[in-house]
């Protein structure tokens, strides 16, 4: 193989990965929060979903709130909140705000536990529990959900406290949310 035909074949390979990455930034929809605190984060959200930031002033946590095109199916909620940048979170800490922020749920769960989870992430750490409403009505009337993931994020100086709110027919939008929360990064510092 010679020079000329390596090139030829890299160049192919390059805009194949190309072309593969472009797919997906098109199905998708992209929020800044410009929270309270030292980092400006950015959230990508299925291009389906509606979604707002609700921050009524700069003293205010902003919150993030997204639907599924069907919100009986599923509807995110993210609270973004800074890090006090002396004080680092190590993992065990993370984990018991997790478990903290968890514990409404435990009482009225089928699952009388906070059973946490690693949530998968290139840009940060986080941890969540799963939690089932065993006295929901099936079906599930409009504006109730079964089922609940609750946890922490956190990036850089920023955590994100989020809650999923599901029903059985939204598990896989559950898997997009909790894509989307693990994706969450910093783009700047203020």
């Known amino acids: 193989m010679d ?10 390979c390059l805009l194949l990965g190309l072309l593969s990455c472009s797919g997906s930034k098109d199905d998708q929809q992209t929020f800044r929060i410009d929270g309270t605190g030292h980092d400006i984060c950015e959230v990508q959200l299925p291009k389906a979903w509606t979604a707002k930031v609700i921050q009524p002033h700069a003293q205010v ?3 993030l709130e997204a639907s599924a095109a069907d919100s009986s199916a599923l509807t995110l909620k993210m609270t973004f909140f800074p890090i006090n940048p002396e004080k680092v979170l190590t993992s065990d800490e993370l984990k018991e705000l997790a478990r903290k922020g968890c514990a409404e749920y435990v009482e009225g769960s089928a699952e009388k536990n906070v ?10 750490e ?3 529990a ?14 109730q959900y079964a089922r609940i993931s609750s946890g922490v994020f ?4 920023t955590s994100v406290l989020f809650t999923i709110y599901f029903n059985t027919p939204g598990i896989e939008l559950q898997k ?10 910093k ?3 203020k």
Do not use: C, H, M
């Open 3 to 12: 020079s000329n035909e390596t090139g030829r074949i890299l160049i192919a």
């Open 61 to 63: 946590l902003p919150v």
């Open 115 to 124: 059973d946490l989870v690693s949530l998968e992430s290139k840009t940060g």
């Open 126 to 128: 986080g941890y969540y």
């Open 130 to 143: 799963n939690f089932t409403d065993p006295s929901a009505a099936n079906p599930v009337p409009a504006g």
């Open 154 to 157: 956190r990036t850089s100086q």
């Open 176 to 185: 997009k949310a909790l894509e989307s929360v693990g994706r969450i990064r």
């Open 187 to 189: 783009v700047e510092s």
